[in-house]
Protein backbone atom coordinates (compact mmCIF):
# COMPACT_ATOMS: atom_id res chain seq x y z
CA UNK A 1 0.00 0.00 0.00
CA UNK A 2 3.02 1.95 0.65
CA UNK A 3 4.98 3.06 -2.59
CA UNK A 4 7.57 4.81 -1.00
CA UNK A 5 7.87 4.29 2.34
CA UNK A 6 10.67 6.85 2.75
CA UNK A 7 9.04 10.13 1.81
CA UNK A 8 5.93 8.81 3.33
CA UNK A 9 7.96 8.27 6.80
CA UNK A 10 9.73 11.75 5.90
CA UNK A 11 6.13 13.22 6.04
CA UNK A 12 5.41 11.23 9.23
CA UNK A 13 8.46 12.73 10.96
CA UNK A 14 7.97 16.66 10.17
CA UNK A 15 4.59 16.37 11.14
CA UNK A 16 5.50 14.82 14.47
CA UNK A 17 8.35 17.58 14.74
CA UNK A 18 5.99 20.28 13.93
CA UNK A 19 3.18 18.82 16.78
CA UNK A 20 6.01 18.62 19.41
CA UNK A 21 7.21 21.66 19.05
CA UNK A 22 3.69 23.46 18.51
CA UNK A 23 3.17 21.35 21.95
CA UNK A 24 5.99 23.03 23.53
CA UNK A 25 5.36 26.59 22.70
CA UNK A 26 2.19 26.01 24.16
CA UNK A 27 3.36 24.93 27.08
CA UNK A 28 5.45 27.67 27.29
CA UNK A 29 2.72 30.21 26.41
CA UNK A 30 0.74 28.61 29.60
CA UNK A 31 3.52 28.97 31.83
CA UNK A 32 4.43 32.51 30.48
CA UNK A 33 0.59 33.46 31.49
CA UNK A 34 0.11 31.57 34.84
CA UNK A 35 3.72 33.59 36.14
CA UNK A 36 1.23 36.96 35.07
CA UNK A 37 3.90 37.39 31.87
CA UNK A 38 3.07 36.95 28.50
CA UNK A 39 4.77 34.97 25.29
CA UNK A 40 5.66 36.53 22.20
CA UNK A 41 6.64 34.47 19.21
CA UNK A 42 9.46 36.46 17.01
CA UNK A 43 9.50 35.81 13.51
CA UNK A 44 13.03 35.05 12.73
CA UNK A 45 12.29 33.98 9.38
CA UNK A 46 11.87 38.12 8.95
CA UNK A 47 14.21 39.08 11.42
CA UNK A 48 17.04 37.36 10.90
CA UNK A 49 19.05 37.72 14.09
CA UNK A 50 22.00 35.58 13.34
CA UNK A 51 22.52 37.62 10.15
CA UNK A 52 21.47 41.48 11.74
CA UNK A 53 23.34 43.42 12.90
CA UNK A 54 21.77 44.22 16.82
CA UNK A 55 23.21 48.08 16.45
CA UNK A 56 22.20 49.21 13.08
CA UNK A 57 19.47 46.72 12.30
CA UNK A 58 21.24 45.96 8.97
CA UNK A 59 21.90 43.17 6.74
CA UNK A 60 25.44 41.96 6.01
CA UNK A 61 25.61 41.92 1.78
CA UNK A 62 27.14 38.25 2.20
CA UNK A 63 25.77 35.44 4.47
CA UNK A 64 27.11 34.77 7.24
CA UNK A 65 27.71 30.89 8.25
CA UNK A 66 27.25 28.61 11.36
CA UNK A 67 31.12 28.54 11.71
CA UNK A 68 30.88 32.50 11.73
CA UNK A 69 30.95 32.23 15.42
CA UNK A 70 32.00 36.17 16.18
CA UNK A 71 29.61 38.81 14.74
CA UNK A 72 31.16 41.89 13.06
CA UNK A 73 29.05 44.01 11.12
CA UNK A 74 30.31 45.49 7.92
CA UNK A 75 28.33 48.90 8.08
CA UNK A 76 28.70 49.75 11.84
CA UNK A 77 31.29 47.83 13.12
CA UNK A 78 30.25 46.37 16.03
CA UNK A 79 31.57 43.14 17.19
CA UNK A 80 30.38 40.50 19.21
CA UNK A 81 29.48 36.97 20.11
CA UNK A 82 26.89 35.42 17.16
CA UNK A 83 24.59 34.25 19.97
CA UNK A 84 24.75 37.69 21.73
CA UNK A 85 24.49 39.67 18.53
CA UNK A 86 20.99 37.49 18.18
CA UNK A 87 20.17 37.81 21.56
CA UNK A 88 20.52 41.29 21.21
CA UNK A 89 18.70 41.67 17.87
CA UNK A 90 16.03 39.69 19.72
CA UNK A 91 15.85 41.85 22.66
CA UNK A 92 15.77 45.06 19.84
CA UNK A 93 12.89 43.69 18.31
CA UNK A 94 10.68 43.24 21.16
CA UNK A 95 11.60 46.61 22.30
CA UNK A 96 10.42 48.15 18.67
CA UNK A 97 7.50 45.78 19.24
CA UNK A 98 6.22 46.43 22.85
CA UNK A 99 6.80 50.42 21.90
CA UNK A 100 4.80 50.01 18.51
CA UNK A 101 1.87 48.48 20.90
CA UNK A 102 1.23 50.94 22.86
CA UNK A 103 -3.04 50.46 23.98
CA UNK A 104 -2.71 46.69 23.41
CA UNK A 105 -2.54 46.37 27.16
CA UNK A 106 0.50 44.86 26.85
CA UNK A 107 3.00 46.46 29.57
CA UNK A 108 6.70 45.57 29.40
CA UNK A 109 7.92 43.74 32.10
CA UNK A 110 9.56 45.17 34.88
CA UNK A 111 12.87 43.92 34.36
CA UNK A 112 12.44 45.67 31.01
CA UNK A 113 12.51 49.18 31.98
CA UNK A 114 14.74 48.53 34.96
CA UNK A 115 18.54 48.31 34.58
CA UNK A 116 18.86 44.80 33.52
CA UNK A 117 18.03 45.41 29.67
CA UNK A 118 20.22 48.32 29.81
CA UNK A 119 22.94 47.15 31.25
CA UNK A 120 23.19 44.35 28.12
CA UNK A 121 23.64 46.81 25.94
CA UNK A 122 26.98 47.94 24.90
ZN1 LIG B 1 25.86 47.26 12.15
Not at 2 to 18: F, P, Q, S, T
Not at 26 to 39: D, F, L, N, T
Request: aromatic share 8%; net charge positive; glycine share 6%.
Amino acid sequence: MVHNGRVHKKGLDREIHAAVAATFLKMIRAKAEEAGSWYEEAPTWEIKPTQRSHMCWKLPDEKKTLSDREYQCPHCSVTCDRDENAALVLLRWLEMRLAGSSGSGREAPEMWSSGSFAAMKR
